[in-house]
Nanobody, 121 residues
């Protein structure tokens, strides 16, 4: 199993920046793609950004050019640098990791508990 713990959320003014971190523990060698989802009040959870073990990234159109996802495979951490934040970025942000158990050949997804980001003046 993989456990994920996020940190770095908070309150920031429009135009400001925040950096989210997510630390993984447990069977980290089974992790493949990692990334971030977010869920705003009354809305569905949406994919924000993801990164493969090799460093290939993917972003939602709404955050391209403003957010940067990265990971440190030695520290087993994934990050989300958020710049030029807008009020519409306000949401709970969840870290995830796609996991493959070679012993059982089962794919699954691990989730963090979420961290709140509020963009407001």
């Amino acid at each position: 199993q993989v456990q994920l713990v996020e940190s770095g959320g908070g309150l920031v003014q429009p135009g400001g920046s925040l950096r989210l971190s997510c630390a993984a523990s447990g069977n980290v060698f089974s992790m493949n793609r990692m990334g971030w989802y977010r869920q705003a009040p009354g809305k569905q959870r949406e994919l924000v950004a993801s990164v493969t073990r090799g460093g290939t990234t993917d972003y939602a159109d709404s955050v391209k050019g403003r957010f940067t996802v990265s990971r440190d495979n030695f520290k087993n951490e994934v990050y989300l640098q958020m710049n030029s934040l807008k009020p519409e970025d306000t949401a709970d942000y969840y870290c995830y990791a796609d996991v493959f158990d070679a012993r059982t050949a089962v794919h699954s997804r691990a989730w963090g508990q979420g961290t709140q980001v509020t963009v407001s003046s």
